[in-house]
């Protein structure tokens, strides 16, 4: 039997994922495995550029799990960085690759075929087509080479920032760029920061991070940037004002990355997003998968199609990919919308539909909100939590929570999403055992808390 | 109608939450409510004790959340101090009460009447009769009393401790003696301490305590005491050797309290805790409920009756109570048998079924075990954490999971004990939906790991 060709499309989580579960079940003789990356690494995590840019990871090699030729010579995996695949012929199993940093004497240009090819292309920023947004000192942060970007640009001892987009990008550079002793604004488009809660626990995400000294303006809409005179940004325009910056970060959320797989007729979802069964095979072509920030996927509340970025995901999607193309069996089970972030000490975390989700999909709600304690009270590291949970009348079934609180807060969001999950009703999680112990939870842990109320609340009565 | 008279034997945390949720659903003019309590406290967090001996909490007040006045003033309910149940008469529905400090001229027992009766009579300490057992200088840790009376004995100026059982008071009070700078010996009589854990977590914790210099010795069964020359303990004798002790902690575990039940006729199950059924109404007698550290409950995994005496269940079982004996319906659903602790950085938890368990229960299983981090690993916060997971071969259903780490680990025993309430396999844990971001977790979370890890070996191949 000749040896089977795997074409891979990016060299991130999902792609390199894919990779090496696929090898792990196939040897190089049976396959051969090339992943393609346009940029200059592989399987580095771009959540960690945040953490780099503040200081507290001093290294960026450390934001990388594996390196080319780690990939090569421990799975004989042929991970190439700097090619970028131009052009994908389905028909004719093949695609076509731009070296963009070609050796002397290399074609710029090269061919290479596939039996199965998996589609792992990542997301694009949103990159509004502002006037001055390509002004230096206009920054997005997506791959390391962004955030060596922005390093450079701390040199020039910039005093005030502006972060555009209040989302988890936006409130994770807002606490780097505090971090590293700048004024920092932020500035939000929508009604309050961290649009992904509910607007009044956005409001206590906006008085937390307003206590730490960052200004946060909402429903400010940019319309361009000023330069100084020295050419570089020197402000940030909105239809309200003008907001002077030494350095601007665009924190405006991310697209699939999907050109390259529509223009080889690859099926796309309604999110934009690569559409793809259960075992993340694509539906429009047998010998395509696809995995990662490229792909959209199934939501278990709302029972739609979401798109949900996160590397997380990418993981398990890429494993899912590396099974099946090797004629395992494995399926990604789709998403409840989990998510958590922090600014400094302030823990933000949701999971589940919000109050507008919702309303969207024709359920009708009710919202139970409590403030609790991380710990017992009497303990000394005790801080405080809020938990919101949104449960459907009648049935008394979690349809989302949300969590804002200090250290200690936020990854009790896990226990929401598996309730959520299970389907669980709020009577039900009321009653689930939690770990108790004063230095972890008060008696009544803040979940079962906010379950108990919602319970009540729900029946009208104690 | 007649006013309804309502009598609760114990004023901890179930005998009390019974009441309050009562008064909440019926006012003083239906129901009358006594609550008799024979220590000097109610409403008090006794797993606070330990940290208020270490110091970590200045005042013992600060373990107590209600007292006796308020619950008159705020809710009239009549909570009454130092009064003991010594008797109860179902069939006349009255209790015999004694006044352990009587006004003068006041009778030192009186007789009350109920219509309802609710027991929350708790635990017993576990007090073997050693010879020298009662020498001063040997401390329980079960009421506020206990730790004053250790507070009082650390003016003393004691240099070594000597803690009886490798369990959760006798790992706490390690910790509690020495963080007041006592040189401490812990004498476990099983395998390991933390015999809640399978030994070989157990084996994690030991080393974990010794490297804190805490001097840990397994196999070691008491036998006695011996006294110095100031009659004082002076040390702790086992089959193996002598333990010189200026003060000795025992924590050897605690036994229902129902001889009061017993001697009354309400029926006892096979863990020798009260049996109730869902709604926590004895099995014996309509007109009496039980709950908290006296009742034995239903494991949701072994499907047999357990006795586990937990703050967090009398809560709920108490709520439970309050609810139904006004006429309500809510039922409790069982435990799955989460606990957790810490000694310094050392968090340990445990959820479900240990290895010996599972084979008491006739089912077969696999273990996985994997070492994992709480944060992503370039995250300066990032900190080691263990996380063993037990299924079931061929279904892959999950039966129970322990953590032992350093801080950040335990609390994610959550995660875990959600999944084995709802009867999860563990491919399908691998999927679920966990909050990922580099302060918060790795991009598989140790949970989603080990979750993966078991499925992987339960099937053969990855």
Redesign the interface.
């Known amino acids: 039997m000749a040896r089977e060709r795997l074409v891979i499309v990016g060299g991130d989580?999902a792609g390199m994922t894919a990779a090496s579960?696929a090898r792990?079940?196939k040897g190089p003789d049976d396959l051969a495995i090339v992943a393609l990356e346009r940029g200059h690494w592989t399987s580095y995590?771009a959540?960690?550029i945040p953490?780099w840019i503040s200081g507290?990871?001093a290294d960026p090699q450390?934001?990388v799990a594996r390196w080319p030729e780690e990939f090569q010579e421990r799975q004989q995996i042929d991970a190439r960085i700097l090619e970028e695949v131009v052009g994908i012929d389905l028909g004719a199993g093949r695609v076509t690759v731009r070296r963009l940093a070609p050796a002397p004497g290399q074609d710029s240009e090269y061919v290479e075929g596939f039996d199965q090819l998996v589609l792992a292309t990542g997301a694009v920023p949103v990159h509004p087509d502002w006037p001055g947004a390509d002004l230096p000192g206009i920054f997005g942060i997506q791959t390391l080479d962004d955030g060596g970007d922005v390093i450079q640009a701390l040199r020039l001892d910039p005093r005030r920032a502006v972060v555009v987009g209040g989302g988890?990008i936006g409130v994770e550079m807002a606490e780097a760029m505090g971090a590293r002793g700048l004024a920092v604004t932020l500035l939000e488009a929508g009604e309050q920061p961290m649009a992904t809660l509910d607007p009044d626990m956005g409001a206590r995400v906006r008085a937390a991070m307003e206590g730490m000294g960052i200004e946060v303006r909402t429903g400010e809409r940019v319309v361009g940037f000023a330069a100084g005179a020295d050419g570089r940004v020197a402000a940030v325009e909105t239809e309200q004002g003008t907001f002077p910056a030494d350095i601007v970060v665009l924190g405006l959320g991310v697209e699939p990355n999907t050109s390259l797989a529509a223009e080889a007729g690859v099926g796309l979802g309604p999110t934009g997003g690569i559409r793809t069964n259960r075992m993340m095979r694509t539906l429009s072509h047998e010998q395509v998968w696809a995995a990662g920030d490229c792909v959209e996927s199934y939501h278990r509340v709302s029972r739609q199609p979401v798109h949900v970025p996160?590397?997380?995901?990418a993981?398990?999607q890429g494993?899912v990919v590396g099974?099946n193309l090797t004629g395992g069996y494995a399926?990604?089970?789709?998403?409840?919308?989990?998510?958590?972030?922090?600014v400094f000490d302030l823990?933000i975390?949701r999971?589940g539909l919000r109050e507008r989700d919702c309303r969207a999909a024709g359920l009708r709600y009710a919202t139970t909100t409590v403030d609790s304690t991380t710990t017992?009270?009497?303990?000394?590291g005790s801080e405080p939590v809020t938990v919101k949970l949104i449960s459907e009348v009648r049935t008394g079934r979690l349809l989302g929570g949300q969590i804002v609180g200090r250290s200690g807060s936020?990854?009790?969001?896990?226990?929401i999403?598996?309730?959520l999950?299970?389907a669980?009703t709020v009577e039900?999680m009321?009653?689930?055992?939690?770990?108790?112990?004063?230095?972890?939870?008060p008696?009544?842990?803040p979940v079962l808390i906010a379950a108990?109320k919602a319970e009540e609340s729900l029946r009208g009565?104690?």
């Open positions: 989580a579960q792990r079940r995590s959540c960690g953490y507290v990871v450390r934001l988890y996160l590397g997380t995901h993981n398990k494993r099974i399926t990604f089970p789709g998403v409840v919308g989990t998510a958590i972030s922090k823990e975390a999971t017992t009270g009497y303990m000394p936020a990854k009790r969001i896990d226990a999403a598996i309730a999950w299970n669980m039900e009321a009653g689930l055992d939690l770990a108790y112990a004063p230095p972890f939870a008696v009544w842990d108990r009565r104690p």
